[in-house]
Every structure is written in structure tokens, then in C-alpha cells.
């Protein structure tokens, strides 16, 4: 038996080590997954950034062109000079005008900027170039380090106009500042697999294949060499991971994690396709699997930022000269984003795709969920389970697509920690100058208060109406009724017992004792007594309904379980009105558990709302179709004479006056969705102070 017990220790140990070696691998699997994701990232915002340089590059260029065109030479050096010192950031060198035959006619830049594009001037001037675009690429060394330079050409009447880029400066502004993980960096190949920019500058100007194999021949190389054969130099975006030597200062064979990505660029000439890849060990992964989504979060909001600049600039460029007029732009620019970002609303821009690509701090207040959390995604799930959300946003998309708005459309939504809320939406269509769509905005409002508030003033003005009607009705009912009761009562004593004449005025008695019964029910709904100065104890309404339901509970088949503090303050009311409240809503949870029974479930609590108390069932639960109506008086699911009708609405009242609040949550049978079918009733009663307490007593 020892022996048995002790190799089933064994094996138990072993299989327990074995799961956790087979988890410890796949969550480093996840962990690698998600770290490269991560470096996909950088390396499409890296992408996207080298195509905004090129861009300020080519609208720089285009700007001169233009200025050429409408005014002719004159103040020509001004333009120019002007161009090369915005776009001199980004990599732009020397500029140069050349006629049909390629010869320069001005140039502007350095001398030796304008010396390199000296013998440019043909390749420009082709009679089919049309359009900016980048020639082929060159290396040059300059103070001993190697440089890629190109040439962007720019048509123009009788000539051309040439630009001198220093490639390797416009992308190592980018890929220097690029960190993946605690030392990982970031590279730029061309189509024929030339690094235009690496940590190691070593590398600038070579061919990728022969000077990775050239530094360490013994090291096999081919997975690197079929992602760049393959995937990058075909334009293709992915990850993967390959066998390196080294890692900046780092000697010695390693596994990489690669994340590539294309550079999309109008510049780049048809064909030609640059790709970039963040590259980083794969024994820091864990290290920066907590700080990348930091870094991620900076560097899409630096990009954001960067292109926002970018547009607001190039778009004052075209349509003003004036630096006046570009500096009152920017300032309204700045005081419409801060207005964005100080609403209460949210303010949210999606795309065509109904995806989320702003998300402001209203947002973040009314649906709990941050930017880093929406972006990206659609609205499914701010909406509950129980509303078809496909259903609901496609008719919205509609109506946006049909009218260009949507104002005022009243929803319910879900927020991050399962609240629901009644929003406000009012959707745009957003266009480009073109025309085409280009996403929407929506200004949503959370009107939850809004809604509950006129809701609670309409019944409470419903049940003020029904009151005085039930009060009437009842005193007229009251007195032909007692009269039947005193006859009634005579005609019983002068039959003998047993006859068939005293069987049927007993059967008369009991109808009309029921009938009184709902006169009185009607009253007290009619009559709820301020008793504003009495307080009560939660603890012993709630403790007395339950020992007094002992026996119902019993011979209904309910189990009870309750969670009661201690003690709980004191709150404001009527203690036989407040005991009222509590018996019907658990006479109402027991009915709603029958004929199978079920689970009575009584909770109280208190915190700085007040006091709290719920009653729970598992019985049929309310369908939705009925909710709005629950507290209307003399509305009841229950059979014909079974009840009034009036239960809810005189809980409703009670709690009211005394400045308290009640509501509920149900799942109906047969609409749960799998869910378990039941209710819960929540009251909320004010803590009476102790000076209060003081004055009434």
C-alpha cells in the first residue's frame, strides 16, 4: 500500500510538473505572440511616419512647383529657401531646377548637395513623367559613414525640379528613437534588400544577405533571408522570428522576434517596395511585455499627434502664405481639441468600418473603458446581451448613411462593470473633400438620471391619480357592503345550521368579507400616512415578516437563506408601513416561485447611500414586455382573485415618501438565454441622523 501510495505521488507530481511546463510554455508562446504584435505596431507607425517625411518632402516640392507656375522666376529663391528649411528636418538637402534637357539652370543648397545633383538633371526630365517621385537610390560616404541618398523629381513646364534627400537621415530620425522592449531597434530595407538605415551603421548602404553572412559565416541565416526574400520584399506585413549573432553590443548566437511592415508611399516609385522591421531577443520578452504597452500607447499617441500636425500645416501651406493667419488656425485648432477633451460627453470619431479611432475622456467617464481599451473595436460591447447589437448598429449605420445624422436616438448600453445606461446619441457623417465618407462622430450623453427622474415623476403623479379615484370608489363600495354583512350576518342566525340556505348566506359572508378586504387594500393605497417623523428598524421588519412566512414557507416548498449585519441605523417611516413593504415583496417572491418552489434569498446592508435591503426569488422572473408596469396600481400577472394589483404600488409609495427608492432587476423564463429565471427587488431608505432621531423621539 506504502508503495502504491508513494508511485502515485510520483506520478501526480509528474503529471503537476508536466502541466506546468506545458503552461509555463504556452503562456511564454502568448507572451512572445503578444510582444510581437506589439513590434508590428512600431513598425507600421514607423511605416507610416517615414510616408509622412516623404510626404512633407513631396508637398514642400510641390508647393515650389506650384509657386513656378503662378508667379514664373520671380522671388523664386525665396519659395525655395523656404521650402528647404521646413522640409530640412526630414532629409531634404538641395533643390534644383533643370530645363528639358536636363541641364541645371538653379540650384539651391549646399555646394556639395548641389554638386550630387549635378548629373540628376536627365533622369528627371522623361517626357511620360507626370507625377513627384523618388529616383533610384545611391550611396555615398560622408565624413566616413556610409549615406543613401536619392533624388525626388518633380515635373514642371520646360524642365524639372529636382530635390537631393538624404534617405538615410529621414529614416534614422525615426528608427533611432524606436525601442522595443528594453534594447530591441528597428531596421529599413529596400526592394533589392539594402539596408537604408541599422543600429549598426555598419550596415547602411549593404546588402542585407551578404553582410549578415560576411560577419558570421558559420551562423545559418536562412530564416532572416526567406522573411526578407519572401514576405518583405514583396510588400507582405507580418512576424515571425530567425537566428541571429549578435545584438548591439551582444556576442553570440540568439533567437529574434522580427515584426515587419511595409512602407505605403505615393513617392516610392511603382514597384519599389521599403520595408521595416522591429527586431528584439527573445529573452527580454517578458522583461517588456509589461512596458510595451506603455510605449505602444506613446507612440500611437506621438503619431497621432505628429499626423495632426502634419495636416493642419500642410492644409494652412496650400490655402494661406500668411503666418498670421497660420497661427490663428493653429490656436483655434488647439482650443477645439481642448474642448474635445474637456466635454462630459463623449465625443467619438469610428471610421467606415464602425471602428473606434478617438475616444475622449467623456467617453472614458460614461462607459468606464479607456482609450487604449476602445480603440480599434467597434460598439458591441457597450451593448447588453439581451439587445441584438448587429441589429441595432446596422439600423443606426443606416440612417446615418441615408440622412448624414442621427439626433437625439435614446439606447440602452452597457458600461464596463455591467451598469446599464440610457444614453442620448447624436451621429454625423464625416466627409472628405472629395465627398467620399470618411467615418462619423457621435456625441452620446448619459441620461440615466434624466429618464429615472421623469420616470418616477410620472408614476408618482399616475399613483396620486389612481389615489384619489380608489379613495372615492372605495367609501362608495364600503357602505351598500356593510349593509350586506349586517343583513347577512341576521339571515345566518335565523337558518338552521346544516341547510342548504345557511351553507349559501355563509358562502355570501365569505365573498363579502373578501370583498372588504380589497376595500381596505384600496384604502391603504389611497391613504399611505406621511409618518415623515417616525423612524424604523430594517433588521426587525425584516426578521418579523420572516418568522411570521415561517409556515408558508414551509408548506410552499421555499427555501430561506439570509445575510443580516448585526445592527443597522435606523431610517425614516412608519415601522407598520415599512413591515408592509417587506411581507409584500416576499408574498410576491413566494407566489412567483409556485407550484415547484424554490429559493427566498433576504439581504441588508448599509454604506453611504443609506440602507439597503433586497429580496430575491428564483421563480418565473418578470418578462420585459411587463416591466414598465410593475408598480401601476391594480395592474397584477396573478389569476382572477388571487390579487388587487395594489402591492407593488403601495411599496412604491411607501418608499417614496419616505425618501427612499426601489427598483428591481428580473430575467424571465423563457427569455433568460440560458440564464437562471428569477428576481430582485432592491430598497434604499435614508439613514435617519441622530439629531433627527432625537426631535421625533
Not at 425618501?659 to 423564463?669: E, L
Amino acid at each position: 500500500m506504502a508503495l502504491l501510495s508513494s508511485t502515485a505521488f510520483v506520478l501526480a507530481t509528474g503529471v503537476a510538473l508536466y502541466l506546468v511546463y506545458q503552461n509555463a510554455r504556452v503562456m511564454v508562446a502568448r507572451i512572445s505572440d503578444d510582444f510581437n504584435e506589439q513590434q508590428l505596431i512600431l513598425a507600421r507607425q514607423a511605416a507610416a511616419q517615414i510616408d509622412g517625411r516623404l510626404r512633407v518632402i513631396a508637398l514642400e516640392l510641390g508647393g515650389v512647383q506650384k509657386y513656378l507656375r503662378v508667379a514664373g522666376d520671380a522671388h523664386l529663391s525665396f519659395a525655395v529657401e523656404e521650402a528647404l528649411e521646413r522640409g530640412g528636418p526630414a532629409g531634404m538637402r538641395a533643390v534644383a531646377l533643370v530645363d528639358s534637357a536636363g541641364w541645371h539652370t538653379r540650384s539651391w543648397g549646399t555646394a556639395e548637395a548641389t554638386t550630387v545633383l549635378a548629373g540628376s538633371g536627365p533622369q528627371c526630365v522623361s517626357p511620360v513623367a507626370t507625377e513627384t517621385r523618388l529616383g533610384p537610390l545611391a550611396v555615398r560616404t560622408v565624413d566616413g559613414h556610409p549615406v543613401v541618398e536619392s533624388v525626388l523629381c518633380s515635373p514642371v513646364p520646360g524642365g524639372a525640379l529636382l530635390a537631393l534627400i538624404d534617405v538615410s537621415h529621414l529614416i534614422s530620425g525615426i528608427t533611432e528613437g524606436i525601442r522595443s522592449g528594453r534594447t530591441g531597434y528597428a531596421w529599413v530595407i529596400d526592394d533589392k534588400g539594402t539596408f537604408l538605415a541599422h543600429s549598426d551603421h555598419d550596415f547602411v548602404g549593404r546588402n542585407a544577405f551578404a553582410a549578415r553572412h560576411e560577419r558570421r559565416p558559420y551562423i545559418s541565416f536562412s530564416a532572416i533571408d526567406s522573411i526578407m526574400k519572401d514576405r518583405m520584399l514583396r510588400g507582405d506585413e507580418g512576424t515571425g522570428t530567425y537566428a541571429s549573432g549578435w545584438h548591439r553590443g551582444v556576442q553570440g548566437e540568439m533567437a529574434k522576434l522580427i515584426a515587419y511592415s511595409p512602407v505605403r508611399s505615393g513617392a516610392v516609385p511603382s514597384g519599389a517596395v521599403w520595408s521595416v522591421a522591429v527586431v528584439a531577443p527573445t529573452a527580454e520578452v517578458a522583461e517588456a511585455v509589461h512596458h510595451i504597452y506603455v510605449r505602444q500607447l506613446l507612440t500611437q499617441g506621438a503619431v497621432l499627434a505628429a499626423l495632426v500636425v502634419f495636416a493642419v500645416t500642410a492644409s494652412l501651406y496650400q490655402r494661406r502664405l500668411s503666418r498670421a493667419l497660420r497661427a490663428h488656425v493653429d490656436r483655434q485648432q488647439e482650443y477645439i481639441s481642448s474642448m474635445l477633451q474637456s466635454s462630459v460627453d463623449a465625443i467619438i470619431f469610428v471610421d467606415n468600418e464602425n471602428r473606434v479611432q478617438a475616444w475622449n475622456r467623456g467617453a472614458e467617464h460614461i462607459f468606464g473603458y479607456t482609450a487604449d481599451e476602445m480603440v480599434g473595436r467597434t460598439f458591441h460591447q457597450l451593448v447588453p446581451p439581451e439587445i441584438d447589437a448587429d441589429e441595432e448598429l446596422e439600423r443606426i449605420q443606416q440612417e446615418v448613411n441615408e440622412k448624414g445624422y442621427v439626433r437625439h436616438y435614446v439606447a440602452m448600453r452597457q458600461t464596463k462593470d455591467g451598469r446599464r445606461i440610457t444614453i442620448d446619441l447624436s451621429r454625423t457623417l464625416v466627409r472628405q473633400r472629395e465627398g467620399n465618407p470618411l467615418g462619423s462622430v457621435s456625441i452620446i450623453r448619459d441620461i440615466s438620471e434624466k429618464v429615472e427622474m421623469d420616470q418616477r415623476m410620472y408614476s408618482t403623479e399616475k399613483l396620486a391619480s389612481i389615489g384619489t379615484l380608489a379613495a372615492g370608489v372605495a367609501h362608495e363600495i364600503n357602505n351598500p357592503l356593510a349593509i350586506i354583512l349586517g343583513f347577512a350576518d341576521l339571515l345566518l342566525e335565523r337558518l338552521p345550521p346544516g341547510s342548504q340556505e345557511h351553507e349559501d348566506v355563509k358562502l355570501i359572508l365569505h365573498n363579502a368579507n373578501h370583498a372588504r378586504k380589497v376595500v381596505q387594500d384600496i384604502l391603504g393605497f389611497a391613504r399611505v400616512t406621511e409618518g415623515l417623523g417616525d423612524t424604523s428598524d430594517v433588521l426587525a421588519a425584516i426578521e418579523t415578516v420572516l418568522i411570521v412566512s415561517g409556515s408558508t414557507f414551509s408548506t410552499r416548498k421555499v427555501t430561506v437563506s439570509k445575510e443580516l449585519p448585526h445592527e443597522l441605523p435606523r431610517v425614516r417611516g412608519d415601522p407598520r408601513e415599512l413591515q408592509q413593504v417587506v411581507l409584500n415583496l416576499v408574498s410576491n417572491a413566494v407566489a412567483a416561485m409556485q407550484p415547484d418552489g424554490g429559493s427566498l434569498r433576504v439581504r441588508a446592508w448599509q454604506d453611504e447611500g443609506g440602507v439597503h435591503f433586497t429580496v430575491a426569488d428564483t421563480g418565473v422572473g418578470i418578462s420585459e414586455k411587463v416591466k414598465p408596469r410593475i408598480f401601476d396600481p391594480f395592474f397584477t400577472t396573478k389569476r382572477v382573485g388571487e390579487g388587487t394589483g395594489l402591492g407593488l404600488s403601495l411599496c412604491y409609495g411607501i418608499i417614496t415618501k419616505c425618501g427612499g427608492k426601489i427598483s428591481f432587476t428580473s430575467v424571465a423564463r423563457g427569455e433568460s438565454g440560458g440564464r437562471p429565471s428569477g428576481t430582485i427587488f432592491t430598497v434604499t431608505l435614508p439613514v435617519v441622523s441622530a439629531e433627527s432621531e432625537g426631535a421625533a423621539a
